[in-house]
């Protein structure tokens, strides 16, 4: 037997877009393995860097009391109280050393917001996740404790169903959570989880005719692969579920709510895989994100390559069930209505013909199969030169230094393209900075990777570098990641630089972009009055408290978002002179 690891993205609380259900005994395209097979595992954890030891920190406590902390914000060196009703939407996701919830008292987690805790949680009280909230426990030994009357949960919603037999593809992020308390709402001999052990699939039919010919066509030939789950069986985490809604009081067009009520998961979770041999056929297997926050595909491929074929697959229904369609029942759905990520490379659209994100949602299921053979490797993009302008090991506190972060492109196609990048950290270093940067590769989250430069900046800081000798910037996607920085950092006096990084229409589309309200600092926004992707940050800007300092630049000139792809005097002179401009 061995294990493998899914890594879970810090604090992200990302949602899907695309419809994420399937008709179950119609559509056997998520399949698995046979009588024959071999046991694996894929262990599941949280993605932290190692915690730091609590004897060599010093912790604070402070008290939430319902208006205020008692002891200023907590931060992830904080033991944190709740002991009067905190709701993040209001009141602002926080980081803590550890968090306790006092009875009587309720701490909401709400849409687009997080909760970060380094160790443990203990609920007395009410902690509820709102369906695209997030609570991360970074360390793996952080314990989650429900005590006494102590109630947690998690809200999920359905996409919105165009039919009662639509299925929903879950994954329950509480343990002990009850069939019949999570899914009262659903078909009773509409609920199913996938039984791997009873896949094989040997023969390919014919149109739906019922005639067959030696070969594969991702349908279990015999069609016992779902199993009905009984109403009281329990949920198993990082397990997969398939359910429809009630036909009862049925409406198309809705979304519906469904509740896992329990102690939230966290640590790791270890989940069975099956693979029935090298007989030809895809071991599919049926599994799901386990926890109240999202997990990286690209975690998730890096980390079990050797076992899993690289691709995450997620229904998009679209395409209503026919007679005409392949499969083990009369009616099937189409196979074409999944969307698909890829390793490293490319997201393709199902049914609705949405793009999926690499990203997967709290409580989602969603199916990979088996390797025939251990080989396949799912590599990041290997660059021919990647400049060095790594921290320095002796930090000079009367320099001036620069975090400069570079756009998608780079991130895409590597430093020796269109934009130069490495140019650009020489024009920077040619007037008199000491250039902070490295290239990015594997599609960074922005405010994921935020905190790797807050912790820089934070260095550079207690080092004795005066905040107004520090900058961050960088251009559209590094923009965005200056903005998350600063949102993060939280200081008045450290300049930021965005670079046609506002208003970017994917990344606002995905919620990418950090809680403007934070923002802090002396921020530039500078842009070209051609840019068709990028625009003008003043409605972001206005969101922030007084201090955020904010100007904002207007270059004229006709080459649009590709401006900064090259150094010229054009950008870097009134950036130059905004920085020295003290």
């Known amino acids: 037997m061995k294990t493998y690891k899914i890594y879970l993205i810090s604090f992200m609380s990302i949602c899907f877009i695309i419809n994420t259900y399937a008709s179950i005994k119609d559509n056997t395209i998520l399949t698995s393995t046979s009588t024959t097979a071999n046991l694996f595992e894929l262990s599941i954890s949280n993605i932290a860097e190692s915690p730091e030891n609590s004897n060599s920190i010093s912790l604070t406590t402070t008290i939430w009391n319902g208006t205020t902390w008692d002891n200023g914000v907590p931060d992830i060196n904080t033991i944190t109280v709740i002991d009067g009703d905190y709701t993040t939407l209001i009141d602002g996701g926080f980081s803590a050393w550890s968090l306790q919830v006092n009875a009587g008292k309720k701490l909401v987690i709400s849409n687009n917001t997080f909760v970060e805790v380094q160790m443990d949680v203990t609920v007395d009280g009410d902690l509820w996740v709102e369906t695209c909230g997030a609570l991360v426990q970074i360390d793996d030994t952080g314990t989650f404790t429900l005590n006494g009357s102590g109630n947690s949960l998690v809200q999920k919603y359905t996409s919105a169903l165009n039919n009662w ?157 026919s007679n005409n369609t392949n499969g083990n029942q009369t009616y099937n759905y189409n196979v074409d209505d999944y969307a698909v990520v890829t390793c490293y490379s490319g997201e393709i659209a199902g049914g609705t013909n949405v793009i999926p994100n690499r990203f997967i949602p709290s409580g989602q299921g969603f199916s990979v199969f088996l390797l025939a053979v251990f080989m396949m490797v799912c590599v990041p993009p290997s660059y021919s030169k990647q400049p060095s302008y790594d921290m320095p090991s002796d930090i000079d506190p009367s320099a001036r230094y620069f975090f400069f972060m570079h756009n998608y492109y780079v991130e895409k196609n590597g430093p020796d393209g269109a934009c130069k990048y490495e140019d650009i950290l020489n024009a920077f270093a ?153």
């Not at 300049?495 to 990418?512: L, T």
């Open 165 to 321: 037999n639509d299925y929903t593809y879950w994954s329950s992020p509480v343990s002990n959570a009850v069939v019949n308390d999570v899914f009262s709402s659903s078909h009773p001999y509409s609920r199913f989880w996938f039984n791997a052990v009873n896949y094989l699939d040997n023969l390919a039919e014919i149109g739906n005719t019922g005639s067959y010919i030696i070969g594969q066509d991702d349908i279990d030939d015999d069609g016992n692969d779902w199993t009905l789950l009984g109403g009281t069986d329990t949920l198993t985490p990082g397990v997969g579920y398939a359910t429809t809604h009630s036909s009862s009081g049925f409406v198309s067009g809705n979304s519906y709510q469904y509740v896992f009520n329990g102690p939230l998961n966290t640590g790791t979770i270890t989940v069975p895989v099956q693979y029935n041999g090298n007989n030809g056929d895809r071991d599919w297997n049926f599994i799901g994100n386990p926890y109240p926050s999202a997990i990286s595909v690209d975690a998730f491929f890096e980390a079990n390559q050797s076992v899993i074929g690289l691709a995450v697959y997620l229904w998009s229904h679209a395409t209503p069930a």
């Open 430 to 582: 040619d007037r008199g900075f000491i250039v902070i940067s490295e290239v990015r590769t594997g599609k960074i989250v922005p405010c994921t990777y935020a905190q790797k430069v807050v912790k820089l900046v934070r260095t550079l800081l207690h080092s004795g570098v005066p905040p107004q000798n520090i900058t961050v910037g960088g251009h559209s996607k590094g923009g965005v990641i200056s903005l998350c920085v600063a949102s993060e950092l939280e200081n008045p006096q450290v300049n930021f630089v965005i670079m046609a990084g506002c208003r970017i229409a994917s990344v606002e589309k995905f919620m990418m972009y950090p809680d403007f309200r934070k923002l802090k600092g002396r921020m530039l926004s500078v842009y070209a009055t051609s840019d068709s992707v990028a625009n003008s940050c003043e409605a972001s800007f206005a969101l922030a408290s007084d201090e955020l300092s904010d100007s904002e630049i207007r270059l004229t000139s006709d080459k649009g978002h590709k401006l900064f792809y090259t150094p010229t005097d054009i950008w870097l002179d009134p950036i130059i002179n905004w920085i020295n401009d003290d």
